[in-house]
């Protein structure tokens, strides 16, 4: 069940993906930190984060708000234990539970803020993990997610035709194992048939002139280095070809001369 419910269990617990969160909150933080003022959360509000991974997002979150509650869970033990670990100074504020977003053990209707970052695209019916976030809310409480969607992320042709890595490659590969590599956009549908309220998307712009070059290209070696096996087992996509255009990719980032970009969308919404 537990595989069930988190189908690229292997790629979360790579090496790769502890590399890969590190980078993402470094180049996304900046831009996505002032969005939460639109909450106008209490100095005690309690906030839940769920698929929190290493913790580097509930921990900023800790951070923000000083006289928070903050429990954030995930289904993988090992990455809540170096999120145990290096946040220990922000504890019991900080919380690290092993919990499946898919059976949230919690009274219902307990947290101001639901947080959710780069998990839906991972899961199968997204829709059902949606339902259990909403029931997590207060009746006016507000639901934040990062949302991944691999047709968003747009570099320079080279010998390498990026745009086949993402599509004939990411989102088929999700497609084919059970999940959704375009749950960004379809997120709204969902949220809307879920009675959610103020629906807003807002976009992170995670380019070459406003990130660092070598942390964009970070992301894009981790991902390179956790997903090409599993991306040419799962699709048509050869393992040469993969690992080029990720070679090709990452050399561009760093490329002064060359630009790429990943829109992020941040998809919130109020509980009724
Ligand atoms: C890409 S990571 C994102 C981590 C964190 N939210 C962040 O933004 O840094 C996705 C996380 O979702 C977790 N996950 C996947 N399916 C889950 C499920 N059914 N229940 C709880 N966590 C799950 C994975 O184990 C992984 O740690």
């Known amino acids: 069940m ?16 502890v590399r890969n969160l590190a980078a993402q909150a470094i180049a996304i933080w900046p831009q996505e930190e002032p969005l939460f003022e639109r909450y106008r959360l209490s100095a005690d509000c309690r906030i ?14 800790a951070r923000l708000y000083p006289q928070s509650t903050v429990i954030a869970v995930d289904l993988l033990e090992d990455l809540l234990e170096i999120a145990r670990d290096r946040y220990r100074d922000l504890a019991p504020r900080l919380e690290f539970r092993q919990q499946d977003a898919f059976k949230l053990e919690f009274e219902a209707h307990g947290f101001d803020l639901v947080v959710c970052r780069h998990m839906l695209q991972a899961v199968p019916r997204p829709i059902a993990v949606l339902a259990q976030l909403k029931r997590q809310l207060k009746p ?4 934040h997610m990062i949302n991944e969607d691999y047709g968003m992320l747009h570099m320079q042709h ?23 590599g375009r749950v960004g956009r379809n997120s709204f549908t969902m949220l809307h048939r879920l009675g ?15 990130v660092e070059r070598e942390t964009f290209a970070r ?45 992020v969308p941040v998809i919130s919404a109020r509980a009724p």
Not at 196 to 206: A, T
Request: net charge negative; hydrophobic share 35%.
């Open 196 to 210: 959610m309220q103020d629906i807003h998307i807002d976009y992170i712009v995670l380019d070459t002139l406003r």
């Open 2 to 17: 537990t595989q069930h419910n988190n189908p690229q269990a292997e790629q979360m617990g790579d090496e790769s993906m």
């Open 219 to 263: 992301i894009m070696q981790a991902w390179q280095d956790g997903f090409t096996k599993t991306i040419a087992e799962n699709t048509a996509l050869s393992e040469q070809e993969i690992t080029d255009t990720f070679r090709q990719i990452v050399a561009d980032i760093l490329n002064p001369e060359r630009y790429a970009v990943w829109h």
């Open 140 to 143: 006016g409480g507000w639901l």
């Open 158 to 180: 080279g010998k390498m035709n990026p745009d086949r890595l993402w599509h004939a490659g990411v989102i088929t590969l999700l497609e084919n194992t059970g999940t959704d």
């Open 48 to 61: 839940l984060d769920v698929g929190c991974g290493t913790g580097e997002i509930s921990s900023r979150l």
